[in-house]
């Protein structure tokens, strides 16, 4: 990552670290943006970033769009320093979406650098922002978009913005399907969430958080709608009501600046969620992840015993039908047995409820003794065993 690394600009290093409410140094949190295409993410990244800086708590800002072709934000760590988009097409011989979903692949496999530069820097930035790329799809349900977000995750407070173009909301069917889509990137992310209504400059955003809140309003709504997408919709709003009540929304404009003191009490409310309900959970899972690896390391040095122990040798096995594990061997023989020789390297593990009788010949013995022994048997009468 040494060419991200070297787009950092060197004033921001002589930033001031920012203080939380309590007057404690606090750990910078992620704003993580994700939206459909043409909703303003990149312009609302912009302005976020424009805003902190006219506080003086400049934010550490990361492009993760490979494909865009000009950004209004100087980014500390670009994608497009890493991974050529053009170049990943015209090699794998893919289109637009597969050169994006590719130049993610080959980027995540590198974040553990960019995991490194966001530590160094974080204690100088009050937040950390995340353009991602404009076809949601790419990002949201990748491998890559699943990495990223999940890495950030482990090591800051990270919330999802999940950025709506209110213009195109102003229909109930459009609005639902927005809600479908946050409510799907929720349930993937499992991170603290925070609606932005944008462009509430062109269209004011009023109707949308009467929707959010209002399930009769919603209804009334819907009512106008006769086609089959509308009984579609008033179908499922009945099932996502109690889901968006409860999600945080704020009305923004990327191009006024309108609505930006209210999302960084979002936010901030966000991140508190994710210290009580997130860091706990995410706590839980690396100590259970632990335990499962102790628990694998001790079956791998039973196993490695096991083979120590019977490396080399011929083991005679002999199964018998399910027995009382304390009988002895006068009882076992007592039960039609099926006897093979076999070179063994591994004695496979067998549970309780099996029994085996395992007899274990010297090949140095000779044929006469292990004769001998046969005989004592009536199972052995028809084995035939030849002298080495």
């Known amino acids: 990552m040494a060419a991200a690394a070297s787009t950092e600009p060197t004033a921001s290093s002589t930033t001031t670290s920012s203080p939380g409410e309590d007057g404690s140094t606090r750990t910078t949190p992620c704003i993580l943006c994700i939206g459909m295409a043409g909703s303003g993410k990149t312009s609302f990244v912009q302005r976020l970033n424009a805003h902190l800086h006219q506080e003086g708590n400049p934010a550490y800002v990361v492009n993760l769009d490979p494909a865009v072709y000009n950004v209004p934000f100087e980014p500390h760590i ?30 995540a496999t590198k974040f553990d650098q960019v995991l490194d530069l966001l530590e160094k820097r974080a204690p100088s930035h009050k937040y950390m922002l995340f353009d991602t790329p404009g076809q949601i799809e790419v990002f949201t ?29 102003t229909s109930p069917v459009t609005f639902m399907s927005n809600m479908l889509y946050a409510c799907s990137i929720l349930y993937k992310t499992r991170l603290p969430f925070v609606l932005a209504f944008n462009k ?12 959010l809140t209002d399930y009769e309003a919603f209804q009334q709504a819907l009512q106008e709608e006769t086609s089959y997408i509308g ?51 995410l706590v839980k899972l690396k100590e259970d992840r632990e335990k499962q690896a102790v628990k694998q390391q001790q079956e791998s040095l039973r196993r490695l015993a096991e083979d120590m122990q019977t490396a080399g040798k011929v083991v005679l096995t002999a199964s018998a039908p399910v027995h009382d594990q304390d009988a002895d061997a006068e009882g076992i023989f007592d039960y039609p047995l099926y006897l093979r020789i076999s070179i063994f390297w591994r004695v496979p593990h067998r549970g309780p409820n099996i029994m085996a009788f395992l007899l274990v010949i010297d090949l140095l013995s000779s044929a006469g003794a292990v004769r001998d022994e046969a005989q004592l048997h009536q199972a052995f009468h028809n084995v035939s065993l030849e002298p080495q």
């Not at 995750?153 to 999940?162: I, N």
């Open 78 to 107: 670009d994608i497009r320093d890493t991974v050529n988009y053009k170049e990943v097409m015209k090699q794998y011989g893919l289109g637009p979406n597969g050169g994006i979903v590719t130049s993610l692949n080959l980027f």
């Open 231 to 281: 009984t579609l919709a008033r179908s499922m709003s009945l099932v996502l009501e109690e889901f968006y009540t409860n999600l945080r929304a704020v009305a923004v404009s990327a191009f006024t600046g309108a609505g930006m003191d209210e999302f960084f009490v979002a936010v901030d409310e966000a991140v508190k969620e994710y210290d009580t309900e997130y860091q706990p959970m």
């Open 200 to 211: 509430i400059d062109i269209v004011d955003a009023g109707f949308a958080m009467e929707w």
């Open 141 to 169: 349900w990748s491998a890559s978009g699943a990495i990223i977000t999940e890495t950030l995750a482990s090591s800051f407070p990270t919330v999802v913005v999940y950025v709506i173009d209110t213009a195109r909301c």
